[in-house]
């Protein structure tokens, strides 16, 4: 097919395609990388290199050549080939074309940009404060805080933001077990469920206050990070036994302690991540020595609500600290100003979000459990006398004894609540009740009644 234009200013374009059924048919001039068509004397029938393309639907091989010249395009009329001509294309057709290339140059440049957002929101340490959204509950965290921190006084205050270094470096190191190491434990909680205070009074109670790291990163994007590194880590296969390790040697130059550990939040996505399956199997199969499990969770609806305040604070004029300490009334009352008015999502929202939190509680009860992994699940209102279980002290002190039992170590009988509140050196931020935080808790209300979340408005 030979197309000739038009236009005298512009270069003319001749197009040669021939069709076969084998590539073995196609004469051998065509088989050269150039193609010269006509008397060799003249070099303006000399074509461009062509390609060899399969058409699918017919079964057939395609050569296209491509020859420009300032003259007329065409085949010679010396019985070689027959000349052909093809109208020019209309107005119209130039210029929907012409919409066609600049809407694909947009929207390919807007592309382009994205895939570079993407990818350095994912590889790049340091951006300031980049929201990102729990699977579960929409959490916002701070991917920027890369905190390292070691707490070996027993009076220094330890920190939500207290993370482990999630340079899985650290954990490839050659590290053995002391013959008297304390009672190991992993923590497996996510973000606001009271992961911090529970640790502070069971590290307490059971010998020698320490912090707890989130080692597996604290939020889903750090967790992606951490299961990204193991992927490429020779300790990829025994990591949790190698955290592990490193954290009773860190503990072990501070004194004694009952307990050492450290906390798992068990992401939706990275908690079934191959590298995290592989780490859990480590735990099961330890016998010496033997790792333990306390899963604490809390009711949603509390999450999402301290999930609010923590956002309210953290856009506040003056930065407010995640915890407060046990008699700081300024942070406190800053806490509370930071809840005023809190609402949460209705309606199909608030539905999807606690579905959601329910696939993640059997997720981590069905791996615990086929796993064999020994483990104890609590819960944060019966831990600490809230929603249904305010004011019912005994059976807040029996929680509390279940899981020293469990561990083996600390006080496991005649526990009261005041020894347990004399072991809190953080306060909780909020003592309302749920009707009382939740500013629109009517409407959470009607949306709930009828469902199987509806418990959740009393737990």
């Not at 929907?96 to 592309?111: D, E, K, M, S």
């Not at 953080?426 to 199987?452: C, Y």
């Amino acid at each position: 097919i030979i197309y000739r234009s038009t236009s005298s200013s512009s270069p003319q374009f001749g197009i040669l395609l021939l069709n076969t059924s084998s590539r073995e048919g196609i004469p051998s001039p065509f088989r050269a990388g150039r193609l010269r068509i006509g008397p060799s004397s003249d070099p303006s029938f000399s074509l461009g290199r062509f390609f060899i393309g399969r058409h699918s639907t017919v079964g057939m091989h395609s050569i296209l050549c491509l020859a420009v010249r300032p003259g007329v395009v065409g085949f010679p009329d010396d019985g070689s080939a027959q000349k052909l001509a093809q109208k020019p294309t209309s107005a119209r057709q130039q210029q929907q074309r012409q919409r066609r290339r600049q809407l694909f140059r947009r929207f390919g440049a807007i592309f382009i940009v994205f895939a570079i957002i993407v990818y350095c929101s994912q590889r790049v340490r340091g951006l300031p404060y980049l929201y990102l959204y729990n699977t579960a509950f929409r959490e916002q965290a701070l991917v920027s805080e890369h905190v390292v921190r070691s707490f070996n006084s027993p009076t220094e205050m330890p920190s939500a933001t207290s993370v482990g270094n999630w340079s899985v470096g650290n954990w490839s190191q050659p590290c053995s077990f002391p013959p008297d190491s304390p009672r190991l434990v992993i923590l497996f909680a996510l973000g606001r469920s009271g992961s911090t205070s529970t640790w502070d009074v069971l590290s307490t109670l059971a010998g020698r206050r320490n912090a707890v790291r989130e080692e597996t990163g604290n939020n889903p994007q750090s967790s992606k990070e951490v299961m990204r590194e193991l992927e490429e880590s020779s300790v990829r296969a025994n990591w949790t036994m190698q955290v592990l390790c490193h954290a009773v040697r860190r503990e072990k130059s501070a004194g004694a302690a009952g307990i050492v550990g450290f906390q798992w939040k068990p992401f939706h996505a990275e908690w079934n991540h191959p590298c995290a399956v592989a780490g859990l199997k480590a735990v099961a199969t330890s016998r010496d020595p033997i790792v333990k499990g306390v899963y604490l969770r809390r009711n949603p609806l509390d999450v999402m609500a301290s999930d609010v305040r923590h956002r309210n604070s953290k856009n506040s004029e003056k930065k407010i600290s995640d915890h407060c300490k046990v008699g700081d009334a300024e942070c406190l009352g800053a806490h509370s100003k930071a809840a005023a008015g809190l609402n949460l999502s209705t309606g199909k929202d608030l539905l999807r979000r606690l579905k959601w939190s329910q696939t993640t509680v059997r997720g981590v009860r069905d791996r615990l459990s086929s796993l064999k992994i020994p483990y104890v699940e609590v819960a944060y209102e019966k831990l600490y006398g809230t929603g249904r279980y305010a004011g019912r002290d005994g059976e807040s002190t029996e929680e509390w004894m279940r899981v020293f039992r469990h561990l083996g170590v600390g006080p496991q009988k005649g526990l009261t609540m005041e020894t347990v509140r004399g072991a809190m050196t953080l306060a909780p931020t909020t003592k309302k009740s749920r009707n009382e935080t939740i500013h629109n808790f009517e409407a959470v209300a009607q949306t709930l009644t009828g469902t199987e979340y509806e418990h959740y408005l009393v737990d």
